[in-house]
């Protein structure tokens, strides 16, 4: 496990090495260098997501905080063509509770 973690950190010190000198490169052309950053970095968040990868925070703020709402549909209220979607969705949940079954 240590040999693995000392690999890791080696690999990402030389892509960081990379990414220093393309920054570097003067000899490269700007939208050169950029794709050459942009394809090592994504790269990077790929190989080492929790590292390297993008970071999507949900938060509201102080005057629209988020908010959970839970509450309780009455069916009789529907129209027939929400409830037709009802049934489809009802229906391929269904198949797909079936198929995961089967497979396990």
């Given amino acids: 496990m240590r040999g693995s973690r000392r690999l890791t950190r ?24 950029r794709v050459r950053l942009d394809v090592r970095r994504w790269l990077m968040s790929k190989l080492n997501p929790a590292k390297y990868g993008d970071t999507v925070t949900v938060a509201g703020d102080a005057d629209h905080p ?8 009455d069916l009789q209220r529907l129209s027939n063509a929400e409830l037709n979607a009802l049934a489809r969705f009802a229906d391929a949940w269904l198949a797909a509770q079936d198929v995961s079954e089967r497979g396990n």
């Fill in 10 to 33: 080696a690999r990402d010190a030389i892509r960081s090495d990379q990414l220093l000198e393309i920054a570097d490169d003067v000899r490269l052309e700007p939208n050169d260098r």
């Fill in 66 to 73: 988020l908010q959970h709402v839970v509450s309780v549909i």
